[in-house]
């Protein structure tokens, strides 16, 4: 494991250390006379420019710093700069100057680490396998390390997060993977299996890295999946293994999955030994076995009525009726229309509707279309992908749709129709807790919990949050 952590050179260090990160101008100007003034006039100059010109500058300081035999402040300035470069290829440039400062400062397993983040930003795929850890209690077999063996132990059971529509290790796994988004650069598959003497399967975990952020599960958090009643015992080896692929990867946190109904006193234990931040959010879905009458009782009250106005004077078609060429590039216009920008362009699009994966339906009056909503499948599980509208409606078409697409689920046999995660805590971007307001219009069934993001990665997180 990687245990090697930056420690301040001197006083002046700690203290630049902190201020930088605060970035607190009238802290920074007190400490400038202590400084040469070189040095000094770019700290001036970088808390008075736009964001846009900073990268450079904070680059420079931290080459300034290094001469000046400092070692926390340095990483801090270099970290502003990758904070502010949107695109994977321009933060490449600064992890290899980075790893070339770090390898000449004595800290190889840093620079080798920063190394690996600068090919994952070019989209390369890294040189190092991760360690695969084993105790008493099981041993780690991962994709990364052993892609056949986790391949041929994933083929031997039903895996219950096939039917999660946001951790499902199949389908949502390939789409994510095969994402190529300038900003992201490459992701990389870490998920493993625990396995008990015999070779036999006790824990599932799946899990990824993307950017340099966290260690993370696709969009959602990591859950640790017990698949035998021994799993439980090999929760601590799971945890340290998550410890291990956050430390490799370079990343800073590890984004925990924790239920309300699923207390597990190894994984508390585990985080209370980290600086770590956890967020409410709930799960929330629609039981196709309930009558629709009852699903419709559930909806919020103007989105019930809306529904009910919707059913008599909209037209509902759907990409199993034929015409998803159309529904997907008005789904990707209106999309575009709104300022955003859509996961899936509009050939990936339908093309995964033309495997079964995905459906498109859509409603319009006589005139135009007004709201489109993607689907996908997850075994017996619908997932709601998105929704799109056109801006100028007196009224939202939306519910309609939404009920008419939660009918077609129940009247093709599913069993659920998952909305998502809600993500409702004020820490959360006024966005996403928009989206979550629109979904939990929908329902009354949300299973509770929280997401966990442990400082358990790079060595240097616990400096900064005084750790």
């Given at each position: 494991?990687?245990?090697?952590?930056?420690?301040?050179?001197?006083?002046l260090d700690a203290r630049l250390h902190d201020l930088l990160w605060s970035q607190e101008p009238a802290g920074i100007t007190a400490v400038l006379p202590l400084l040469p003034e070189g040095t000094g006039r770019l700290l001036a100059t970088v808390i008075s420019i736009g964001p846009a010109e900073r990268p450079a500058l904070w680059v420079t300081i931290a080459l300034h710093l290094d001469q000046l035999g400092l070692t926390l402040s340095p990483w801090v300035a270099f970290r502003l700069a990758l904070d502010l470069l949107p695109l994977a290829a321009d933060r490449a440039v600064v992890y290899r100057m980075r790893a070339e400062w770090l390898a000449r400062i004595g800290h190889d397993d840093q620079a080798e680490r920063d190394q690996g983040l600068a090919m994952r930003m070019v989209r390369q795929q890294p040189c190092r396998a991760v360690m695969e850890l084993a105790d008493a209690s099981g041993a780690v077999v991962c994709v990364q390390s052993s892609p056949e063996e986790f391949k041929h132990l994933i083929r031997g059971f039903r895996s219950p997060l096939l039917c999660?529509?946001?951790?499902?290790?199949?389908?949502?796994?390939?789409?994510?993977?095969?994402?190529?988004?300038?900003?992201?650069?490459?992701?990389?598959?870490?998920?493993?299996?625990?396995?008990?003497?015999?070779?036999?399967?006790?824990?599932?975990?799946?899990?990824?890295?993307?950017?340099?952020s966290h260690l993370g599960c696709r969009s959602s958090a990591i859950e640790i999946i017990g698949l035998s009643p021994a799993g439980e015992a090999a929760v601590p080896l799971a945890l340290r293994q998550l410890e291990h692929l956050a430390q490799w990867s370079g990343v800073d946190d590890i984004r925990l999955q924790l239920w309300d109904d699923q207390p597990r006193p190894a994984l508390a234990q585990w985080i209370a030994g980290f600086p770590h931040v956890s967020r409410r959010m709930r799960r929330a879905t629609i039981d196709l076995a309930e009558g629709m009458d009852g699903i419709l009782a559930n909806f919020r009250q103007t989105s019930r009525n809306l529904a009910r106005w919707g059913q008599r004077a909209l037209e509902f078609t759907s990409s199993w009726q034929g015409g998803e060429t159309e529904l997907a590039h008005v789904y990707r216009t209106m999309v575009a229309d709104s300022g955003r920008r859509s996961a899936e362009?509009?050939?990936?699009l339908l093309a995964h509707v033309g495997r079964g994966e995905f459906a498109l339906y859509g409603c319009r009056d006589a005139q135009r279309w007004l709201a489109v909503v993607m689907v996908s499948f997850h075994a017996d599980v619908v997932n709601y992908g998105g929704s799109a509208r056109a801006a100028d409606q007196v009224k939202s078409a939306l519910p309609?749709?939404?009920?008419?697409?939660?009918?077609?689920?129940?009247?093709?046999?599913?069993?659920?129709?998952?909305?998502?995660?809600?993500?409702?805590?004020?820490?959360?971007?006024?966005?996403?807790?928009?989206?979550?307001a629109f979904k939990a219009g929908f329902t009354q069934a949300f299973r509770c919990g929280q997401w966990c993001d442990v400082a358990a990665g790079w060595p240097h997180r616990s400096v900064r949050l005084g750790g």
């Open positions: 494991m990687f245990q090697a952590r930056l420690v301040a050179s001197s006083p999660d529509p946001l951790r499902d290790p199949s389908q949502t796994k390939l789409s994510f993977l095969a994402a190529d988004v300038p900003e992201y650069g490459l992701p990389v598959d870490l998920s493993f299996l625990i396995v008990d003497a015999e070779g036999r399967p006790l824990l599932q975990v799946e899990c990824d890295v993307l950017q340099d362009g509009e050939d990936d309609a749709l939404m009920y008419h697409v939660v009918a077609d689920a129940k009247q093709r046999g599913f069993r659920q129709f998952c909305l998502g995660d809600l993500h409702e805590d004020p820490s959360f971007s006024s966005k996403l807790r928009s989206i979550a």
